[in-house]
């Protein structure tokens, strides 16, 4: 089966292989699932490069994605413009990075850019309060979100500048036993 | 602060509009994935590394960005860098290009290390695919999460051990004595003397046998299965003469039996090395709980509806427990010192309480023992009857471990610990019922056993009772594993089933009350690691055992997804995966260490049976090494011998406790260096702060520096410092300034 498939040559396979944690046939696997996104805009052939990219609606409603408090982040981190709009790169990307194997250091550079709500390298007070609301759906007071906050930069604060850089970020991530597996999306 | 940090504001939201601030290095190590923008980075991104971090994990230290690497061994795989395809694609062909710039050597070098990488690929995917189990996993892991998905995988993990186990035993034991007869090997069987001491009824029914009699044989281990290969007692050979060689069974079973409890030492050690290394970084209580649950909190791997909506209310419950922890921790640092008085009476009498229970409970067990073992003597009077009086230890044993948590969580609530301690405390207590009730249970078997009517015992052991003491108590751990089983499956029909039916379809309160079944993991894995250290326990005098272990470790599996799946809802109190399986494998070692006593004491202290058995010609089970050692060539016996002497012990001992002092003084001096380091970048970053925020005012005044520029000569030293500072990468310094005006 893997012979006669004409959706990619072998460079671009062979490519694939070497610049994500996927394998041929998990790329040709998620192919599908990115053709079925959209059937009428992704074309099955791919060999010569096609640019077609898929807006952010269609990928935040797939099953991996939907119930992720953090998915339009997820998938605004991965975008080249920024605005969430993945090509196959992208989105090949995405779940490589996603991906069991890994490693540490490439997920914590990843998601300090997806918990980064205003772009600016810094994990500051309203990033943190952000994203502490999307993951309990604001069922928490205000005194409360505003402590759990202060208390994690002065958990996670090195240089003492009352917000996250990646340096304190990676530092911490490091110390957080649970980030590997639990920064993972099965696909 | 406020004025220091204002340089960092800006109006809107977006990369920082300061250029300065955008050409520190520390900024360039985050690259968006931005069309290039007017700032020139684009240049940078498509020469530049990323940096890494702090992480000193990879070899590749030290390398300045504008550098080259010159040696390709050292960079790290293409696939690991936080850039887009396109970009990895071309620093592959980049590095295939510089490759062929190589010697022949190092190209060779290259190539078969990618080939060999994908080959390693290919070939772990299909060993996955191999793993048993792989998709229940899966589907549970989607459903519940990764906490669930620890006790699963933990489930597997000891299917396979018991599975090893029983290979183990089987190819060095059971198989020579199978394909002996098929050979041309001769087999010299134990010779019995014909003593008092070896004489061993048969137990095997005679005449007409009631059906039901089969049953009760199969469910305790006597009559007819008792001599098979289940149980110690069938093993009489001696030796097995193959053509080229001896093979001595005695020596071959005690050295069996001493290799698998190793084996599973070592491979539950490996499991939980990286887990240990992780609680050994972690060494407060509550270390950075917040960060990790806002951070590592979410499972990305959630698809289901139901299981996201639970994983936010558990993490809701966290972070309110986590809240509601400082709070306590707050009142406990204010307690007066008449209130901690008051305090650590209640816990020293509720902790003489919990003692005088567990006392009771063991106490209970030891006269069950007896009984059962008393009655077992006497003529069966009735088959149910029968088997109730075979099963009494265990009924008692399950009785209490059934009782004695739920005990252990009420008498908690009153000893006013904070809640992570609490849990971890019944945790312990639970544990240490559960596994010291085996250890009492083989307790009272061994003084009935060493007991005899004359006081002192001719055979070492009471033969008159226990022809094959060996067997029975092969039986009694059988008959726990049996019973152990049996339970796992009745809870699960007559207990869970019922609960869901009440709590779906009733409406009344009592459904309201018990509300719906949760997957406690804590219980359910005490459970099986019980079920375990029995199987470590009993191997030794019921070889067959970890076959029957493997079995029902396998069906358990099935019975428990089906039970998760059909009648549970996920915890609210959500247990960690990552502390959650080195939990289960500290729980397991204890049970490791604790099978590791009675095996050892009946292996070196009790004398073996003269009826029955390999080692009827030996006094005790561990005097088959000393006489295999004695005929061995002199050689290897004077190594041996030195190996054992105290010489050897004593130097290793010392050499052993410099080794751990020596590591523990380093670990200490590792911890100073980070705290100094620590102070360092805080004071370092201050540093930055305050320069960038002189730079930037300095940067703000180029009015006033019009005005200044007559006193050019006069501070032409600090200017040209100052410009020299400022010139690389464009800074908009447009004029130079006389910043010793504007300090």
Redo the contacts between chains.
């Keep these: 089966m893997g012979n006669k498939q004409t959706i990619f040559t072998d460079e671009q396979l062979d490519?694939?292989?070497?610049?994500?944690?996927f394998?041929r046939?998990e790329i040709l696997r998620l192919h599908g699932r990115y053709h079925e996104l959209a059937p009428h805009l992704v074309p099955m052939d791919y060999t010569n490069d096609p640019d077609v990219k898929l807006p952010l609606a269609l990928i935040v409603n797939m099953?991996?994605l939907?119930?992720?408090?953090?998915r339009s982040r997820i998938v605004e981190?991965?975008?080249?413009?920024?605005e969430g709009n993945l090509s196959f790169?992208?989105f090949?990307?995405m779940f490589?990075?996603?991906s069991e194997t890994?490693?540490r250091?490439?997920k914590?550079?990843?998601?300090?850019?997806i918990?980064d709500f205003?772009?600016?390298?810094?994990l500051c007070k309203e990033d943190?309060e952000k994203?502490?609301n999307k993951?309990?759906?604001e069922?928490?007071t205000p005194e409360?979100v505003v402590?759990?906050c202060e208390?994690?930069i002065e958990?996670?604060d090195?240089?003492?500048?009352s917000k996250l850089?990646?340096?304190d970020?990676?530092?911490?991530?490091?110390?957080?036993?649970?980030?590997i597996?639990?920064?993972?999306?099965?696909i | 602060m406020d004025s220091v940090d204002s340089v960092f504001y800006s109006d809107r939201i977006g990369p920082s509009s300061n250029p300065l601030l955008d050409q520190l290095p520390s900024y360039q190590s985050l690259l968006y994935r931005r069309k290039p923008t007017a700032s020139g980075s684009m240049k940078r991104r498509g020469s530049s590394r990323t940096r890494v971090g702090s992480s000193s994990s990879w070899k590749w230290k030290g390398e300045k960005v504008e550098e080259r690497p010159k040696t390709t061994s050292l960079q790290r795989p293409v696939r690991e860098q936080p850039k887009t395809i396109e970009e990895k694609r071309k620093d592959k062909e980049l590095r295939i290009e510089q490759d062929r710039d190589l010697g022949s050597w190092k190209l060779w070098r290259q190539t078969t290390r990618r080939s060999l990488r994908r080959l390693k690929e290919d070939g772990l995917e299909l060993l996955s695919t191999l793993q048993l189990w792989r998709g229940d996993i899966h589907v549970i892991e989607g459903m519940f999460g990764t906490g669930i998905l620890s006790y699963f995988s933990f489930l597997r993990f000891l299917v396979l051990l018991n599975f090893v186990i029983f290979l183990l035993m089987f190819s060095f034991v059971m198989l020579p004595i199978i394909i002996a007869p098929r050979t041309l090997a001769n087999t010299t069987f134990n010779i019995y003397d014909g003593s008092e001491c070896s004489e061993y009824p048969s137990t095997s029914r005679r005449g007409l046998v009631v059906f039901h009699q089969y049953i009760a044989d199969l469910l305790s281990g006597t009559g007819f299965l008792e001599e098979t290969y289940l149980f110690y007692g069938y093993y009489k050979v001696d030796a097995i003469h193959f053509p080229k060689f001896t093979y001595k069974l005695p020596l071959a079973y005690l050295l069996v039996t001493i290799a698998y409890l190793f084996l599973s030492l070592i491979w539950i050690v490996k499991r939980s090395a990286s887990g240990f290394k992780r609680n050994l970084v972690q060494d407060e209580d509550r270390f950075q709980s917040f960060c990790n649950k806002i951070f590592a909190g979410w499972d990305f791997c959630i698809t289901n509806e139901t299981a996201a909506r639970l994983k936010r209310s558990s993490l809701l419950y966290e972070l309110k427990t986590d809240l509601e922890e400082e709070r306590i921790k707050q009142k406990i640092a204010d307690r007066t010192r008449k209130e901690k008085c008051r305090i650590y009476f209640l816990r020293l009498v509720l902790n003489l309480f919990v003692v005088a229970v567990l006392a009771a409970c063991f106490y209970s067990i030891y006269r069950a023992t007896i009984y059962s073992q008393k009655s077992q003597m006497e003529p069966p009077a009735n088959f149910i009857l029968d088997l109730i009086y075979e099963y009494l230890p265990s009924i008692v044993i399950t009785l209490a471990n059934f009782i004695t948590p739920l005990m252990f969580t009420l008498i908690i609530q009153f000893e006013d610990y904070s809640p992570a301690f609490e849990i971890r405390f019944t945790l312990m207590r639970c544990v240490f019922m559960r596994l010291a009730s085996i250890g009492v249970l083989l307790f009272s078997l061994w003084s009935q056993i060493t007991s005899c009517s004359g006081g002192s015992c001719p055979c070492g052991y009471n033969h008159e009772l226990y022809p094959c003491w060996e067997s029975r108590v092969g039986q009694e751990m059988y008959k726990l594993m049996i019973f152990d089983f049996i339970i796992i499956g009745a809870v699960t029909v007559f207990v869970e089933f019922p609960r869901k039916l009440i709590v779906t379809y009733c409406d009344c309160g009592l459904a309201k009350w018990l509300g719906q079944q949760e997957f406690a993991i804590p219980q359910n894995v005490l459970e099986i690691v019980y079920g375990q250290t029995i199987c470590w326990i009993g191997t030794y005098y019921c070889p067959l055992l970890p076959a029957i272990s493997t079995l029902k470790y396998f069906i358990v599996f099935y019975i428990k997804k089906m039970t998760l799946v059909k009648n549970c809802r996920p915890a609210t109190r959500p247990f960690r995966a990552s502390s959650s399986n080195f939990f289960f494998l500290v729980v397991l070692l204890i049970g490791l260490a604790m099978a590791c006593v009675p095996v050892t004491v009946s292996i070196a202290q009790i004398s073996c049976s003269q009826a029955c058995g390999p080692f009827v010609n030996y006094t005790t089970s561990w005097e088959v090494v000393p006489q295999t050692v004695s005929q061995l060539p002199k050689g290897l016996r004077r190594f041996l011998f030195a190996l054992a002497s105290e010489a050897f012990a004593v130097s290793f001992f010392v050499i052993t406790c410099l080794a751990m002092f020596y590591v523990i003084a380093l670990a200490g001096a590792h911890k100073r260096v980070v705290d100094q380091l620590r102070e360092q970048l805080a004071m370092e970053g201050k540093d930055k702060r305050f320069l960038i925020q002189k730079l930037c005012q300095a940067q703000r005044t180029p009015a006033r520096s019009l005005g200044a520029q007559s006193h050019s000569d006069r501070g032409s030293q600090s200017q040209s410092g100052a410009q020299n500072y400022c010139s690389p990468e464009g800074v908009l310094l447009a004029r130079p300034s006389v910043s010793a005006t504007h300090v």
């Design positions: 490519a694939y292989q070497d610049c994500t944690f394998t046939k099953p991996e939907k119930e992720n408090p953090f981190s991965f975008s080249e413009d920024g790169n992208d090949v990307d490589s990075v996603l890994a490693p250091e490439l914590a550079i990843y998601a300090f850019k918990y205003n772009t600016d390298n810094f943190l994203t502490l993951l309990t759906r069922e928490l409360e402590l759990v208390k994690s958990e996670a090195l240089d003492g500048d850089s990646f340096a970020f990676e530092n911490m991530i490091t110390r957080a036993p649970d980030f597996s639990t920064f993972h999306i099965r």
